[in-house]
């Protein structure tokens, strides 16, 4: 990506170009955007796009951290209780609500080509956007700035180790992160690709998943 701190008119030009990725991912969805798009409704060639960005994937990856804003934003809303085993479940489902409801954007996004470098889009897109950049709990910024999606499963699974009401220790932690890794990648992609699928069937399936793997019976 283009070195923009040094030159407002590269800056201005970044946060256009996010701006319009945004607007057309609403109105037509990641599988039908192009740079010949984003280029056309910005106003620009299309080359000029390569001049800024890598590829299409990293402009798609800080035009939709405005979605995981958005979850972010009901997840830190939630009233949460003391007790770490609902708190649990509460994050599970805010996080499968929002990400069932825009699942090719959250996939690619959690599992995309460039999901390993989360920190570094989070950080120059609040750069750019510094008003949209929330003050977190420290538990969620925790989640909200790990390395990647296993990081961020992993922490959220810490705090029930040892908890009498489920199976999570420290000996079984790496393996259940494993699982609901893969159980969040092959929901989204079956949401993905078949988006008449009922969301709330998937989100229901996601919670017995869970319920299942983490709860002692």
Known sequence: M???TKDN???ENLIQFIKVTQKLLDEDGLKYLSIRKIATASGFHNSTIYFYFQDLDELIM???ISRFQKYSEKLEALNYTSDVYEKFYAIWDCFAESALKYSCIFHNF???KHSDNLPDFLNIYYDLFPEERNKFSSDIEAMYFGKNYTERCRKILIP???NPRTRVTEK???IITDITV???KDLLEKKCNHPELCSEDLQKRMSEILHFVIDKF
């Open 2 to 4: 283009i070195d923009y």
């Open 9 to 11: 008119s590269k800056r």
């Open 160 to 162: 029930l180790i040892d």
């Open 110 to 112: 959690f599992f995309g």
């Open 182 to 184: 893969s159980l969040t």
């Open 172 to 174: 079984t932690l790496d």
């Open 62 to 64: 800080l035009a939709s």
